[in-house]
């Protein structure tokens, strides 16, 4: 930074002499403005930096009236969302208990279908005995075996289409309606070509 050469405006007779040291008559003006300019700079250096610190604080402070802005219409919009919503609470209640009661029949079918498949094994290793003893003949064990496994086959194959195809996602023991179902497609096609 470029230096002062000039002093404070209006200097008193007590400064002059706190400046210049123990002899007043030997003033030396040039130690005077040095000494009047450092303690220039370093209140230019001490108030910049007091700027920039309070330029620091509002920008900080602004930021955070922004994120309390941000964050207070996120919960006024949650708010309105869940007014909007008659009885929320009761609807998300009972929408959690049709998905627990979804989830308990799927799994109860599951376990239909692998006790179903637990029997299967049990009559296979039954029947394998009685072929090895000599009770049944091989053809008689394999219409055994077979039939067992066409009826494991045909329980699979009707839960799982059943499940993906007609029943309702919502409610496990309802069968979902479709419009083909109800003849309502046929319907709004007359109600069209009438149109």
């Given at each position: 930074?470029?230096?002062?050469?000039?002093?404070?405006?209006?200097?008193?007779?007590?400064?002059?002499?706190?400046?210049a040291?123990?002899?007043?008559?030997?003033?030396?003006?040039?130690?005077?403005?040095?000494?009047?300019?450092?303690?220039?700079?370093?209140?230019?250096?001490?108030?910049?930096?007091?700027?920039?610190?309070?330029?620091?604080?509002?920008?900080s402070?602004?930021?955070m009236?922004?994120?309390?802005?941000?964050?207070?219409?996120i919960a006024?919009?949650?708010t309105?969302?869940?007014?909007?919503?008659?009885?929320?609470?009761?609807d998300?209640?009972?929408?959690?208990?049709?998905?627990?009661?979804?989830?308990?029949?799927?799994?109860?079918?599951?376990?239909?279908?692998?006790?179903?498949?637990?029997?299967?094994?049990?009559?296979?290793?039954?029947?394998?005995?009685?072929?090895?003893?000599?009770?049944?003949?091989?053809?008689?064990?394999?219409?055994?075996?077979?039939?067992?496994?066409?009826?494991?086959?045909?329980?699979l194959w009707?839960?799982?289409?059943?499940?993906?195809?007609?029943?309702?996602?919502?409610?496990?023991?309802?069968?979902?309606?479709?419009?083909?179902?109800?003849?309502?497609?046929?319907?709004?096609?007359?109600?069209?070509?009438t149109?």
């Amino acid at each position: 930074m470029a230096s002062l050469n000039y002093a404070f405006p209006a200097v008193d007779r007590d400064t002059v002499q706190s400046l210049a040291g123990s002899s007043a008559q030997n003033v030396d003006s040039n130690n005077i403005i040095q000494q009047i300019n450092q303690a220039e700079m370093s209140n230019l250096v001490q108030s910049l930096n007091n700027a920039e610190s309070n330029s620091n604080n509002a920008l900080s402070y602004g930021m955070m009236l922004n994120r309390n802005k941000t964050i207070r219409d996120i919960a006024t919009d949650l708010t309105t969302q869940n007014k909007r919503v008659n009885n929320g609470a009761k609807d998300t209640y009972s929408r959690q208990a049709e998905i627990n009661e979804w989830a308990a029949q799927n799994k109860y079918d599951t376990l239909f279908f692998l006790q179903t498949l637990f029997i299967y094994f049990c009559l296979v290793v039954v029947s394998l005995f009685f072929r090895q003893m000599g009770v049944f003949p091989d053809v008689v064990n394999y219409m055994i075996i077979g039939l067992g496994l066409l009826i494991v086959i045909g329980i699979l194959w009707n839960r799982a289409s059943y499940t993906s195809a007609n029943r309702d996602k919502r409610y496990w023991n309802r069968r979902f309606m479709g419009l083909d179902d109800s003849n309502l497609s046929a319907q709004m096609q007359c109600t069209l070509q009438t149109a």
